[in-house]
Nanobody, 128 residues
């Protein structure tokens, strides 16, 4: 069982930056791939970024590539999402999620159904 708690959301002007954090409970954090997803009002939840258990590979949605950076600190049981050059279309509730190794398949990093554990979400609002 893994519990996830996001923090770091808020209101920022377009072009600004925010850093989201996701703190995980449990002693097996390093065995999970971690992902960030977001959901805007009236839209489906969409993939933002993911990172392998070891941190050696990362994956990004085209819409955030070059602006967002995902990282993790397994010693602190925490995954981060550094968001730069924010745009109004980044406005959404952002969720972190954990995927156990046994749920992995080709392309799984991009699929919400591959993730077993989810945080409560943190609101990011970007004003124009």
């Amino acid at each position: 069982q893994v519990q996830l708690v996001e923090s770091g959301g808020g209101l920022v002007q377009a072009g600004g930056s925010l850093r989201l954090s996701c703190a995980a409970s449990g002693r097996t954090f390093s065995s999970y791939a971690m992902g960030w997803f977001r959901q805007a009002p009236g839209k489906e939840r969409e993939f933002v970024a993911a990172i392998r258990w070891s941190g050696d590979r990362t994956y990004y949605a085209d819409s955030v590539k070059g602006r967002f950076t995902i990282s993790r600190d397994n010693a602190k049981n925490t995954v981060y999402l550094q968001m730069n050059s924010l745009k109004p279309e980044d406005t959404a509730v952002h969720y972190c999620a954990a995927m156990p190794a046994q749920k992995y398949y080709s392309g799984s990093y991009y699929q919400p159904k591959a993730y077993d554990y989810w945080g409560q979400g943190t609101q990011v609002t970007v004003s124009s």
